[in-house]
T-cell receptor, first 114, second 116 residues
């Protein structure tokens, strides 16, 4: 079975500051990892994903994440927060084979302070 | 890019009635679609996985007779909430696999269901 733990249900940073959202996963097979963003009353938008290859993955809106197998982590970062980054962020894991369904973490609400 | 259209975006219905939610992949074929339920300020809970032309696979604890899922074509899956009750009020989101390379999942914009 796979699982995802997002440390911190709520993160608050100042505009222009570094954003760091933490995600740790558990998987018995090499996982595929994803970060999604959700704005109120909307669906999920893919920020980035890791499947194979380079462990540092760059996504949209200046976000990036690094897959660290030894730490079973896939933390999301952005060097400089913007007000428009305020949203709910979900880390997710899937098994590359089989049903390939996504398993989500509990989410982290990011607040940007002016 | 890959687009999944979900309708309606919100619906209010009376207790005891049924509501159908549609999920369409507009520019790609989705052999697999997923239906999620999201409670306020919580994560997404997978309800079922549907494959085109076959019966949906429901997650443990999800009533298949209450949440009817049909995936009749490669671009359309529907979720019907039958005999809805207030406790069925929630945000329902569909997702289709494909459209972003082999390992992408594209999400619909969600449906806010309120049962009164």
């Amino acid at each position: 079975a796979q699982s995802v733990t997002q440390l911190g249900s709520h993160v608050s940073v100042s505009e222009g500051a570094l954003v760091l959202l933490r995600c740790n996963y558990s998987s018995s097979v090499p996982p595929y990892l994803f970060w999604y963003v959700q704005y109120p009353n909307q669906g999920l938008q893919l920020l980035l994903k890791y499947t194979t290859g380079a462990t540092l993955v760059k996504g949209i809106n200046g976000f990036e994440a690094e897959f660290k197998k030894s730490e079973t982590s896939f933390h999301l970062t952005k060097p400089s927060a913007h007000m428009s980054d305020a949203a709910e962020y979900f880390c997710a894991v899937s098994n590359p084979t089989g049903a390939q369904k996504l398993v989500f973490g509990q989410g982290t609400r990011l607040t940007i302070n002016p | 890019g890959a687009v999944v259209s979900q309708h309606p975006s919100w619906v209010i219905c009376k207790s005891g009635t049924s509501v159908k939610i549609e999920c369409r992949s507009l520019d790609f074929q989705a052999t697999t679609m997923f239906w999620y339920r999201q409670f306020p300020k919580q994560s997404l809970m997978l309800m079922a996985t549907s494959n085109e032309g076959s019966k949906a696979t429901y997650e443990q604890g999800v009533e298949k007779d209450k949440f009817l899922i049909n995936h009749a074509s490669l671009t359309l899956s529907t979720l019907t909430v039958t005999s809805a009750h207030p406790e069925d009020s929630s945000f329902y989101i569909c997702s289709a696999r494909g459209g972003q390379g082999n390992y992408g999942y594209t999400f619909g914009s969600g449906t806010r269901l309120t049962v009164v």
